[in-house]
């Protein structure tokens, strides 16, 4: 695919707390040759209120992002759990609304793409340049399962010089994130975010890599509070840092 | 750290540390067992998957049909047919059979559906013995417990425990060798089969094509419960129909492998009717009850894909919150991901009081990444979570409210503001902090607030790059 014009999805809590992997982000898509566009009036996927059980409230925001994300351009979002949320949760929640809703989130839906994914899947690339002296242990959050989120992730990390990836042991459960679950639930959260720290532990790794913030502030942030400082990347920013040694090497 | 307020999450912060360990330990080695097995075995075991779902999920769109099939197929092969609506008629259905036959004593396997009707304190109430024969259900029988896991209820326990359990049930003097303990169990249950009247089993399956029975166990104590009495009750969910003896091949494939890692359970038993004049044993009568309790309302609701459940537990197995709680968290028959669904379904009327079940799960979806027959369980626990709400049920947990969200949210020059007003965050001395941000600073250290920034950036490249 020739790197088209790309609408970027920032997400809410990139524009809260992560705007360096939402830079990150502009950045490997504009080394790609992307024209990045980002839709200042976009504020949320919708997905706390809509986990909350909050329908009503969650389908206002939806709403709200339907029109935001209207131009036909691609919709790129740096986690997939936003991305789960707009081309899956959207389609639930708007299942029994009007015409006008479904058929907009459906279109929505088909040309949202989670970074890792649309590098890969939808750009074709398959190696990414740069050298990065790192072992990375990468957390295939729960949002990439039944998509190819992860796989697009391991790829373009793999392929990087210098870097190996290490697996997670467990790898198949969750950090016990889930947005309002980790202050509803905070006990078994916690229980949950411990053992994921564990193994992130045991992996010896230079850092905890996810495509997904949300991810990595809850595993980071409980580290931290037990005294146990973790550091963690998104995939975003690994890619950004490769590309920066690229450029430096070549300098 | 708070005090954790969802009944889930209290009974987790609740429970000793060896009981979440004996949990935890055994579920994860029954997931890696299941995985290692199913894809040793198939090259693509989630085809299968799919395809069992496809399966299941067409027999409940035609059920009607495939009952009314199964039935006439059963009448045909000499067993009776009975439909309850609800527990209550069940159970009285069958009360009314073992009184007829002059039962006094009956043995009976392990069953969900006879846990969810609490039919073995029924007969017990009405004179009639009712023993498990299921080693796991027989020693929760002995404890007064309940079964926290659907395929290994007593998953909870440790061997001391039981081992201590049979002292004092005069099953011999302590002795937690698991040899002796399975040995003590035999020989009490072989001379209670002997002294039975009556058998009573669930089914795994049932084939609309022959009116088959299936009956599957790893102890072979549904054959004793056959082969020694006289009188055989079924009781069984409308949902354990398949359309044809041949899609077993699919289903018990799936069944064994996912429940416990083996190809196939020790014992299948295939069950047209009561004995013939060719063979030399097995019961006389036979009966099925086809059990409703609020099935049929669930098949014409939209969580209608968790009657597919075979009822194999690898999504308990996998579920890191389960992990976490243990079974009896759940607080009904059915544990884990599929009672988190099931239970307030079940529940019809009551469905409130059940409805903070589905809340307890961080949605991640392994539930449904494991499931033999593909059931969407977190599409399911989000829709029960909208109507938790519409009925007006309040969690008890820190949840934000997510009416302020929203009309933030879908206000792009409100959010704007708030987004640079969240810099303040930090100057909120910590008793003045919402609740869920104390709830969540009592776990987590919070990053540092970057409102606005990423959009400043965008805006002087804007600038700079005309």
């Not at chain 1, 006008?100 to 890792?116: N, Y």
């Not at chain 1, 045991?202 to 850092?207: F, I, L, M, P």
Request: with cysteine.
């Amino acid at each position: 695919m020739k790197a088209p014009r790309v609408q970027l999805m920032a997400t809410c809590l990139a524009d809260a707390f992560f705007d360096d992997v939402a830079r990150a982000t502009v950045e490997v898509l504009e080394h790609l040759g992307c024209e990045v566009s980002f839709p200042e009036d976009q504020t949320c996927c919708s997905q706390p209120a809509f986990n909350s059980g909050d329908w009503p409230a969650a389908r206002s925001v939806a709403r709200h992002c339907l029109r935001v994300f209207n131009d036909a351009a691609p919709v790129v979002v740096p986690s997939g759990s936003c991305a789960r949320m707009v081309s899956h949760g959207a389609l639930l929640l708007f299942e029994g609304e009007g015409e006008t809703d479904r058929a907009g989130a459906a279109e929505l839906a088909q040309r949202t793409w989670e970074l890792g994914d649309f590098l890969v899947r939808g750009l074709g690339v398959a190696r990414w340049p740069g050298r990065l002296g790192m072992r990375l242990a990468f957390h295939r959050s729960c949002h990439s399962r039944g998509t190819a989120y992860a796989e697009g992730a391991l790829t373009l990390l793999r392929s990087i010089e210098g870097v190996e990836v290490v697996e997670i042991g467990e790898g198949e459960q969750c950090c016990g994130f889930g947005g309002t679950f980790s202050v509803a639930f905070p006990h078994i959260s916690r229980g949950m975010g411990t053992l994921k720290i564990e193994q992130v532990l045991a992996t010896a790794a230079d850092a905890l890599v996810s495509g997904d913030s949300s991810c990595l502030m809850h595993v980071a942030g409980l580290a931290d509070r037990t005294g146990r400082p973790l550091r963690t990347l998104h995939l975003a920013q690994v890619l950004r840092d490769a590309l920066r040694a690229a450029s430096e090497a070549s300098a | 750290m708070s005090r954790p307020e969802e009944p889930i999450d209290r009974f987790a912060a609740a429970q000793s540390e060896s009981r979440r360990s004996a949990v935890r330990l055994g579920s994860k080695a029954g997931h890696e067992k299941r995985t290692e097995v199913l894809f040793r075995d198939y090259a693509d075991p989630d085809s299968l998957r799919r395809l069992a779902g496809e399966i299941k999920q067409h027999t409940l769109d035609h059920l009607d049909l495939y009952l009314e099939r199964a039935e006439a197929r059963r009448e045909a092969n000499g067993a009776q047919v009975h439909f309850a609506a609800d527990a209550e008629e069940a159970c009285r259905t069958v009360l009314g059979i073992l009184q007829s036959c002059g039962a006094r004593r009956m043995v009976k396997t392990k069953s969900m559906a006879t846990e969810e009707i609490e039919l073995g304190a029924f007969l017990e109430r009405h004179g009639i013995e009712s023993l498990e024969t299921d080693l796991g259900e027989f020693i929760v029988q002995l404890d007064a417990d309940k079964p926290s896991h659907i395929v290994k209820p007593i998953m909870h326990k440790d061997r001391r425990e039981v081992a201590r359990t049979f002292e004092g049930h005069g099953l011999g003097a302590y002795d937690d060798t698991p040899e002796v303990i399975t040995r003590r169990a035999r020989e009490h249950l072989r001379r209670k089969y002997l002294e039975a009247d009556a058998g009573i089993t669930g089914a795994n399956f049932v084939s609309a094509e022959s009116g088959r029975l299936v009956l599957v166990t790893n102890e072979g104590n549904s054959r004793f419960c056959l082969a020694a009495t006289r009188c055989h009750i079924a009781v069984v969910g409308i949902e354990k129909l398949v359309p044809r003896d041949r899609d077993l091949a699919l289903f018990l494939n799936l069944l064994g492998r996912s429940a416990t890692g083996q190809a196939l359970s020790v014992y299948t038993e295939f069950i047209a009717g009561p004995r013939g004049a060719a063979q030399p044993d097995g019961p006389e009568e036979m009966h099925v009850i086809f059990l409703d309790a609020g099935r049929s309302e669930i098949l014409a609701g939209d969580a209608r894909q968790i009657l597919r459940c075979i009822r194999c537990g690898a999504c308990l197995n996998v579920c890191p919150v389960y992990r976490q709680a243990s079974g009896h968290a759940y607080r009904g028959v059915y544990s884990g991901p599929v009672g988190a669904v099931l239970t307030p379904l079940l529940a019809g009327e009551r469905f409130p009081e059940f409805a903070d079940l589905p809340r307890a799960s961080s949605l991640c979806g392994a539930c449904n990444e494991v499931c033999p027959v593909d059931i969407p369980i977190p599409d399911l626990l989000l829709r029960l979570r909208d109507r938790g709400k519409r009925a007006g049920v309040k969690p008890a947990g820190a949840s934000p409210s997510m009416k302020t969200f929203a009309r933030l949210a879908s206000r792009p020059a409100a959010w704007r503001r708030a987004l640079r007003a969240g810099r303040l965050l930090g100057f909120i001395p910590g008793p003045l902090r919402p609740r869920a941000l104390r709830v969540w600073e009592s776990n987590h250290v919070l990053p540092p607030w970057r409102g606005g920034a990423f959009r400043a950036w965008m805006a002087e490249r804007k600038r700079k790059q005309p």
